[in-house]
C-alpha cells in the first residue's frame, strides 16, 4: 500500500482515500479509506479500546455494531505486553482477534498526559515505567519499531506534544522537531506496503506556528531543497538530499486539549484549508457531538475519542439531546428505551429503569449496555452525517442537529455558530 | 362468576393446577433423570433434570449481556434470581406491572426466584416469626409474609422460594430448639403463604417451592420434610446442607434420609451447593436442580474451569492433562479455606488461574476442544494480558467460558446417567477434587 519513503525513492505515497462526495458550501466531505483490513466509509468516529480490548465489549459486539476501525494504543501495549509477545501473536489483530481496521497511535499523547513521568530530548521521550519503574525510551525509531510489531493499518508518527495551553518557544522547537522526528519515522518504517505512516501537523494554538508547519510538508512535496539547521541528529546527515516526503494522511494534532473552543476550531479550519484535499485529515481526540459535526464540516475524516467509551462506564448514555444519567433517581421508574430511535442491542432490549437498577448493583453488565449504545449512537452519528453529504443536504442536517441537541439555534454556542459561518453554515 | 370460582378454591384445586410434572425417566443408585414438563406460566415449557439454574445478579447474568449470553451454548432453561437484590425494586416492578422477566429483558426464560444470593450469604439474627430480611445494595428489606406476597406479585416468577427461616443452619452448632422454630416458622410461613396466593389472581400461575429446614437435626430434617410434602408446593427447596467439608458425611446423610420423604414426581432444588464433586453427591442422593453460582466464583479470581468431564474410555490420558500431582492435591485440600460460599474461597483443581505468569505467551485456548466464545476467539495469552492490565473484558470472557465449560458438565451428566456410565464420571470428577 505505502511505497517506500527511501531518500532515494520517488515513489509518492498511494492515495488510501476516494473522495465520494463534497459538500457544495462547506469542507465537509464524504469518502472511503481503502486500507489492508477492509474499506472504511467516512466521516469516521474511531473508538479508543487502548489497552487491546473495546473495554468490556467482545469483538463480535464491536464487529455488530458495524465498526471497521478501531485505536491501539502504542505506549500501554509497548509495556504490557510488549511488541514481542504481540508479534508472536500475529500483531495486535491476531492478538485481539479484530478482523477490521486498527489505528495506533505513536505513544507521544502520553507525553502530555504523564508528563511528570517524562522527559524531551531530541533523541526521543524518557519515560518512567509506572508498573515496574523501569526507564524507556520511546524515540521515533522505536515507536515506529512497536507500532510495525503491532501491525495496525494505520501507525502514526511520533510527535513532540506540548500542551496546547503552553505558549513560547517550547512550542515552536516541538513543532520543528515533530517535522524531523517524521523524517526519522519514515525511515525507520519497515513496512511501508502494510501500514500507513500518517503525519501529525503541530503548532499549538499560534496560526504562524501551525502554518509554518504546514508549509514544511507541502515544501517538500514541492521538491524544493531545504536546509533546516537544527538537523542535527545522526543519520540526517542528508538532510541537503532532496527529499519527498509523502504520506498517505495527515492528523491534526496538539489540539483537544485544554484550549478553549474558539481557538481550536481556528487552528482546525487553518490546517484544512492548507491540507491536500485528496488525503484524509485526521483530527486527534475529538468526540463530542457537536465537535464532530462541526468538524466535519470545517473539513476533517477522521475521529477518535475515549469519551462516549468512559463516560458511558460513568452510567452516562449519549443521546441527541445530549446525555442521560442513567444513576440519578429519575430514571428509576422510567420504562422508555435511551432513545427509541436508536438501534443498537441495548435499546432493543433494556429500559432506562432497568439499567438504573443495574447500575446501582455491583455486576459489570450495566458498563458493557451503555458502551455498547454510546459506541453506536457515536457510529449512527456519522453514517447519518455522511448520508446528509452524499445527498447533497448536509447544511440541513446541522441545522437539525443542532436544533436537536440545544433546542433553539440561537442556543448553539458561539465558537460553533462562528466555525460553521466561516465555512458558510448559518443556523437561523 | 368470580366470587363463585374463588370460594371454590381449594388445596385440592391448587393441587390440580400444577400441571406441572416432573416424570422420571429411570432412577440408578439414588440418581434421577428425567424431564419437568407443563412448566412455567404458560404451561407449555421442558427442563432436564439433573440440571442447573443460571446464576444471574440483580436480573441479569454476571459480566454478560443478551448478546454474549446467546453466544453461550445450552443456556439452561430457568435463570434463578435473588430476591436480595430485587426486593429493593418492588415498588419499579409494582409500577411496571408486566413482570419481571420483562423487565430485566429474559421474557422468554423460566425464572425462580431465590430468597438469598449464594455468593454472599447475609447476616443471621434477623428472622423473627413474622418476617425474614434480605440485604440489596440499599440496605436490609424486612419481609413480612404480605409483603413477600406483594413483591412476588410484582415480580411474576414461574417459581418462586417461599419465605423460610434458614438461620439453623448458620451456627457452628444448631440447637435442637433453634432447628424445631426454623421448621415450625417455615410451616407457618408456607401455610400463609399458600393462603394469600390463592387470594392472589397475578400468582395463579407461579409455583411456590416448599422450603426444607431443620439444621443438622435428623427429627427436624424428617418433619420438616414430611410437612412441607403435605402442602401443595410445585417442589423442594433443600437449604443449608452447605458448609464445612468436615460435616460433608453427616450433611449428606442428612440429605439423603430427607430426600426419602420427599415425593417423587416433584423436583428438589438444593442451594449453595454447585462445586462439581458435590453436585455428583447431591445428585446421587435424590437432589434434582442446582445453581450455577460456582462457575461465577472461579471467574472473580480471574481463573477458568478446566476439569475434564469426558468419561469416555481413556480416563487415564485426561488426567495427564490436569495440572498437579496426587501430591499437590493433598496439600492443597489441607491449605484450603473452611467456608466455601462467597468469593474469596481458595482455588480449586477444577480450574486454572490465569494471572500465573506462565500463561503470559501461551497460545493455546482455555480448553482445547471447547465449543465456547473465548476459546473459539482467544488465547490464554489474551485473557493473561486482560487480567494484568485489570480490563473489564476478562470477566466477560471468562464468564462465557466457564458458564459453557459447567453447563456441560450438565449435560454430561444427563448422558452419563443415560448410557450408564454415572460411575466412571464421579470417578473422573473425584479425581480431579482437591
Known amino acids: 500500500m505505502a511505497a517506500a519513503a527511501s531518500p532515494s525513492s520517488m515513489e509518492s505515497a498511494p492515495r488510501i482515500m476516494r473522495l465520494v462526495a463534497e459538500c457544495s458550501r462547506s469542507r465537509a466531505r464524504a469518502g472511503e479509506l481503502r486500507l489492508p483490513h477492509g474499506p472504511v466509509a467516512t466521516p469516521v468516529f474511531m473508538p479508543v479500546g487502548t489497552q487491546a480490548t473495546m473495554k468490556g465489549i467482545t469483538a463480535e459486539q464491536l464487529d455488530a455494531l458495524g465498526c471497521r476501525i478501531c485505536l491501539g494504543n502504542t505506549y500501554h501495549l509497548g509495556l504490557r505486553p510488549g511488541p514481542e509477545l504481540i508479534q508472536k501473536a500475529h500483531g495486535l489483530h491476531g492478538f485481539m482477534n479484530w478482523p477490521h481496521n486498527l489505528l495506533t497511535d505513536s505513544g507521544g499523547f502520553q507525553m502530555v498526559s504523564l508528563v511528570s513521568l517524562s522527559e524531551v530530548t531530541e533523541e526521543g521521550v524518557r519515560f518512567r515505567s509506572p508498573y515496574d519503574g523501569e526507564e524507556t525510551l520511546l524515540s521515533p525509531e522505536r515507536s515506529v519499531e512497536i507500532q510495525n510489531a503491532l501491525g495496525s493499518d494505520i501507525i502514526m508518527q511520533l510527535d513532540d506534544v506540548v500542551s496546547s495551553t503552553v505558549t513560547g518557544p517550547r512550542v515552536e522547537e516541538a513543532m520543528f522537531r515533530s517535522i524531523r522526528w517524521l523524517d526519522r519515522c519514515i525511515a525507520a518504517h519497515r513496512r511501508p506496503d502494510q501500514q500507513n505512516l500518517f503525519a501529525i501537523i503541530q503548532g499549538g494554538l499560534d496560526a504562524h506556528l501551525r502554518a509554518t508547519c504546514l508549509e514544511a510538508w507541502l515544501a517538500k512535496w514541492c521538491h524544493v531543497r531545504t536546509r533546516d539547521p537544527r538537523q542535527q541528529t545522526p543519520g540526517h546527515r542528508e538532510a541537503e538530499q532532496m527529499t519527498k516526503r509523502d504520506v498517505p494522511g495527515f492528523a491534526i494534532g496538539g489540539l483537544s486539549g485544554g484550549e478553549s473552543k474558539n481557538q481550536f476550531w481556528r487552528m482546525v479550519a487553518l490546517s484544512t484549508a492548507r491540507l491536500p484535499r485528496d488525503k484524509p485529515r485526521y483530527l486527534m481526540g475529538v468526540g463530542y457531538a457537536t465537535d464532530l459535526v462541526v468538524c466535519v464540516a470545517l473539513g476533517c475524516d477522521m475521529f477518535d475519542c475515549v469519551f462516549p467509551t468512559r463516560t458511558a462506564r460513568f452510567g452516562s448514555a449519549l443521546v441527541p439531546t445530549g446525555n442521560l444519567q442513567l444513576k440519578k433517581k429519575q430514571y428509576e421508574k422510567d420504562f422508555r428505551p435511551i432513545d427509541p430511535e436508536c438501534a443498537c442491542p441495548t435499546c432493543q432490549t433494556h429500559s432506562r429503569a432497568f439499567l438504573h437498577a443495574l447500575l446501582h448493583s455491583d455486576n459489570t453488565a450495566a458498563l458493557h449496555h451503555l458502551t455498547v449504545h454510546n459506541i453506536a449512537y457515536q457510529l449512527q452519528l456519522m453514517s447519518a452525517v455522511r448520508a446528509s453529504i452524499v445527498e447533497k443536504r448536509f447544511p440541513d442536517f446541522v441545522r437539525h442537529f443542532m436544533g436537536t441537541m440545544y433546542g433553539d439555534p440561537t442556543l448553539c454556542p458561539t465558537w460553533a455558530t462562528e466555525a460553521l459561518a466561516s465555512v458558510g453554515i448559518t443556523l437561523a | ?434
Not at chain 2, 434470581?81 to 420483562?102: C, D, F, I, Q, R
Not at chain 2, 400468582?203 to 410434602?229: N, P, W, Y
Open chain 2, 1 to 434: 362468576m368470580e366470587l363463585l370460582n374463588l370460594m371454590l378454591f381449594s388445596y385440592q384445586d391448587l393441587e390440580e393446577s400444577h400441571r406441572m410434572k416432573l416424570s422420571l425417566t429411570k432412577v440408578v443408585n439414588g440418581c434421577r433423570l428425567g424431564k419437568i414438563k407443563n412448566l412455567g406460566k404458560t404451561g407449555d415449557r421442558t427442563m432436564d433434570v439433573p440440571g442447573c439454574l443460571l446464576y444471574t445478579k440483580t436480573g441479569s447474568a454476571p459480566h454478560l449481556t443478551p448478546h454474549t449470553l446467546h453466544n453461550i451454548h445450552k443456556v439452561p432453561a430457568m435463570a434463578q434470581l435473588t430476591l436480595s437484590s430485587l426486593a429493593e425494586h418492588h415498588e419499579v416492578l409494582a409500577e411496571y406491572k408486566e413482570g419481571v422477566g420483562k423487565f430485566i429483558g429474559m421474557p422468554e426464560s423460566l425464572l425462580y426466584c431465590s430468597l438469598h444470593d449464594p455468593v454472599s450469604p447475609c447476616p443471621a439474627g434477623y428472622v423473627t416469626n413474622k418476617s425474614v430480611s434480605v440485604w440489596g445494595v440499599g440496605g436490609r428489606v424486612e419481609m413480612t409474609v404480605s409483603k413477600f406476597m406483594a413483591i412476588q406479585q410484582a415480580l411474576q416468577p414461574d417459581w418462586f422460594q417461599c419465605l423460610s427461616d434458614g438461620e439453623a443452619s448458620c451456627a457452628e452448632a444448631t440447637s435442637i430448639k433453634r432447628a424445631r422454630k426454623s421448621v415450625d416458622r417455615s410451616l407457618l410461613f408456607l401455610d400463609n403463604c399458600l393462603r394469600l396466593q390463592e387470594e392472589s389472581e397475578a400468582l395463579q400461575r407461579s409455583t411456590i417451592i416448599g422450603v426444607i429446614e431443620g439444621g443438622d437435626v435428623m427429627e427436624e430434617r424428617l418433619r420438616s420434610a414430611r410437612e412441607t410434602a403435605k402442602r401443595p408446593v410445585g417442589g423442594f427447596l433443600l437449604d443449608g446442607f452447605q458448609g464445612d467439608p468436615m460435616t460433608l458425611e453427616t450433611r449428606l446423610h442428612l440429605l439423603s434420609s430427607v430426600t426419602a420423604e420427599l415425593p417423587e414426581d416433584k423436583p428438589r432444588l438444593i442451594c449453595s451447593v454447585s462445586r462439581p464433586d458435590e453436585v455428583l453427591e447431591c445428585i446421587e442422593r435424590g437432589v434434582d436442580l442446582f445453581e450455577s453460582f460456582f462457575p461465577y466464583q472461579v471467574t472473580e479470581r480471574g481463573c477458568a474451569l478446566t476439569f475434564s468431564f469426558d468419561y469416555q474410555p481413556n480416563p487415564e490420558e485426561t488426567l495427564l492433562q490436569q495440572n498437579g500431582t496426587q501430591e499437590e492435591i493433598k496439600y492443597v485440600h489441607q491449605t484450603k479455606k473452611i467456608k466455601t460460599t462467597g468469593c474469596n474461597q481458595e482455588m480449586t483443581s477444577f480450574e486454572i488461574n490465569l494471572k500465573e505468569k506462565k500463561y503470559q505467551g501461551d497460545f493455546e485456548p482455555l480448553v482445547r476442544g471447547c465449543s465456547c466464545y473465548c476459546c473459539q476467539n482467544h488465547t490464554r495469552a489474551y485473557i493473561h494480558h486482560l487480567l494484568v492490565t485489570n480490563e473489564l473484558l476478562a470477566g466477560v470472557l471468562l464468564m462465557m467460558h466457564n458458564f459453557e465449560h459447567y453447563f456441560g458438565f450438565f449435560h454430561s451428566i444427563r448422558e452419563a446417567l443415560k448410557n450408564d456410565r454415572l460411575a466412571q464420571l464421579k470417578e473422573l470428577i473425584r479425581r480431579q477434587a482437591s
